[in-house]
């Protein structure tokens, strides 16, 4: 069994695309954190095992899943519908054949179709993706948020950052723990509803913002 993390904040249009869509031995777990639409009844609907995070935030949302979770090997990937569950269990292999000690598999995104990933949003993840490699010594493409590791081993790391900062803290402290980090493409689709992050200048300045502040704060 896999335990797979998704943040959820309003989703209930998405939810069950992706939901129908996790593959077996691959067990949802849709953080609500503090949604005002239906999405977590949408979401025990379609047999989901529902976390609650009433303090908004994505790192918030993810830690609160991390706990939740009881599988050895856990997935985190957005429930917007941006990305397919269905390529869940490549990204679980490719954590296999790591091996047995720490590793990270991120999910490099790979657009696919008209305003799946707007410029702007593209732009600001390629400059964080080279501060990252300059400072963790990293070959990275994407910040992506889908990705594959064992439990015990990021709630080792004890990230901190509650905000949008949270995917790069954990590649700042993975790599400098030593860990065997890689990436595999990932389909990226046009969203289901409406963007709270990448799809507008102001949430891709939120998260820009956040992700500095962890570079600045994480000792290398």
């Known amino acids: ?11 209930e249009e998405a939810l069950p695309w992706v939901l129908a869509r996790m593959p077996d031995g691959f067990r949802p777990i849709v953080v609500d954190n ?3 639409d239906d999405s977590a009844a949408v979401a025990s609907a379609y047999g989901a095992h529902v976390v609650h995070a009433p303090q908004r935030g994505f790192g918030a949302a993810c830690h609160a899943g991390l706990l939740a979770a009881t599988a050895d090997v856990v997935c985190v990937m957005d429930a917007d519908a941006s990305l397919d569950p269905g390529e869940l269990p490549r990204m679980v292999g490719a954590l296999g ?7 990270l598999v991120l999910g490099r995104r790979r657009p696919h179709g008209r305003g799946a990933w707007p410029l702007h949003a593209r732009l600001g993840n390629s400059v964080l993706a080279r501060s990252l490699n300059r400072r963790a ?8 948020p889908m990705r594959a590791a ?8 004890e990230l901190a950052d509650r905000r949008f900062g949270y995917p790069l803290e954990m590649v700042l402290k993975a790599a400098a723990a030593g860990w065997r ?3 595999l493409d990932v389909a990226y689709r046009p969203r289901r ?8 200048v102001g949430g891709t300045v939120r998260a820009v913002r956040d992700m500095r502040r962890v570079l600045a704060e994480v000792a290398p």
């Open 150 to 157: 064992r439990r015990d081993g990021l709630l080792g790391l």
């Open 181 to 183: 980090i890689t990436e």
């Open 34 to 36: 503090a949604s005002t």
């Open 97 to 103: 054949a790591l091996g047995d000690g720490p590793s």
């Open 1 to 11: 069994m896999v335990d797979v993390i998704l943040p959820c904040l309003n989703e």
């Open 193 to 200: 509803g409406r963007s709270k992050v990448t799809g507008t």
């Open 137 to 144: 010594r990293t070959v990275l493409h994407d910040l992506g």
